[in-house]
């Protein structure tokens, strides 16, 4: 099963979105069987992203009998861009590339967040207002049909 984070860049103060994330997480561990492997999808930029990552490895120690991969879905392959991301890297297991070799560089990102999209058989969202990367990724995923679970 594929899974697709995504949420705002910035999360207020105060917030419960980090302990929502987590239980929507150990919820998609809980109904995979033994066996079963899960597929998150992380775009690796902003608060929701990083905590997003620490919630799949912290419900990856707890559910051992679950194959899980946490990739970082990247939109550039360039030097510089890897040396920006290095550290957040060591959240991930590894990254992928979507194929955005002929996609102009201002798209990158939204090209990459529909892709994440569509892989998806469920979406994790963390969508507080209606504007940015993350609303128009649940917009696209509620026309795609997709299942979402909302915090």
């Given at each position: 099963?594929?899974?697709?984070?995504?949420?705002?860049?910035?999360?207020?103060?105060?917030?419960?979105?980090?302990?929502?994330?987590?239980?929507?997480?150990?919820?998609?561990?809980?109904?995979?069987?033994?066996?079963?492997?899960?597929?998150?999808?992380?775009?690796?930029?902003?608060?929701?992203?990083?905590?997003?990552?620490?919630?799949?490895?912290?419900?990856?120690?707890?559910?051992?009998?679950?194959?899980?991969?946490?990739?970082?879905?990247?939109?550039?392959?360039?030097?510089?861009?890897?040396?920006?991301?290095?550290?957040?890297?060591?959240?991930?297991?590894?990254?992928?590339?979507?194929?955005?070799?002929?996609?102009?560089?201002?798209?990158?990102?939204?090209?990459?967040?529909?892709?994440?999209?569509?892989?998806?058989?469920?979406?994790?969202?963390?969508?507080?207002?209606?504007r940015g990367g993350a609303f128009s990724m649940l917009e696209y995923a509620k026309r795609r049909g997709k299942t979402i679970i909302s915090i």
């Open positions: 099963m594929k899974i697709t984070l995504c949420g705002h860049r910035s999360i207020p103060r105060g917030s419960t979105a980090e302990q929502e994330l987590e239980k929507a997480v150990r919820e998609i561990f809980l109904r995979a069987e033994r066996g079963d492997s899960l597929t998150f999808y992380c775009g690796g930029y902003g608060q929701f992203d990083f905590m997003a990552a620490r919630a799949v490895n912290a419900a990856r120690a707890l559910f051992k009998d679950v194959r899980c991969e946490n990739l970082l879905v990247t939109p550039y392959i360039t030097e510089s861009h890897a040396r920006s991301m290095a550290q957040a890297m060591t959240l991930f297991d590894g990254t992928v590339y979507p194929p955005l070799e002929n996609v102009p560089y201002r798209l990158c990102i939204a090209r990459r967040n529909r892709w994440m999209i569509e892989q998806a058989d469920i979406v994790v969202a963390y969508v507080k207002h209606a």
